[in-house]
């Protein structure tokens, strides 16, 4: 199995930035896909970013486009979400997941490991 625990949440105010952090200890990340996820109070989960087992593709959610760009590092087995240009509307749990290639990348359903999740607030 693959444990996943994210770090580099806080409050931050709107157009600023913050870099959040996942790492994964057991199996190497390079045999899943990796996703992050967040989610607000009474809300579903929503997908926010994806990348490849290599690295090489990434998939955003409309919103973020532009303004989040996710990145791993196999040998160090971590996944990285930079956030820039942020606003009121991204505060929300972020979650990191992992799973085996398969299906939609946007599903939250096909990812069999997360995190325990790191608060992110965006204040006006």
């Known amino acids: 199995q693959v444990q996943l625990v994210e770090s580099g949440g806080g409050l931050v105010q709107a157009g600023g930035s913050l870099r959040l952090s996942c790492a994964a200890s057991?199996?190497?990340?390079?045999?899943?896909?990796m996703a992050w996820f967040r989610q607000a109070p009474g809300k579903e989960r929503d997908f926010v970013a994806g990348?490849?087992?290599?690295?090489?593709?990434?998939y955003y959610e409309d919103s973020v486009k532009g303004r989040f760009t996710i990145s791993r590092d196999n040998a160090k087995n971590t996944v990285a979400l930079q956030m820039n240009s942020l606003k009121p509307e991204d505060t929300a749990v972020y979650y990191c997941?992992?799973?085996?290639?398969?299906?939609?990348?946007?599903?939250?359903?096909?990812?069999?490991?997360w995190g325990q999740g790191t608060q992110v607030t965006v204040s006006s």
């Open positions: 057991g199996r190497t990340a390079g045999n899943y896909r």
């Open positions: 997941a992992a799973a085996i290639p398969n299906g939609d990348y946007r599903r939250a359903v096909g990812y069999s490991y």
């Open positions: 990348i490849s087992r290599s690295g090489s593709i990434t």
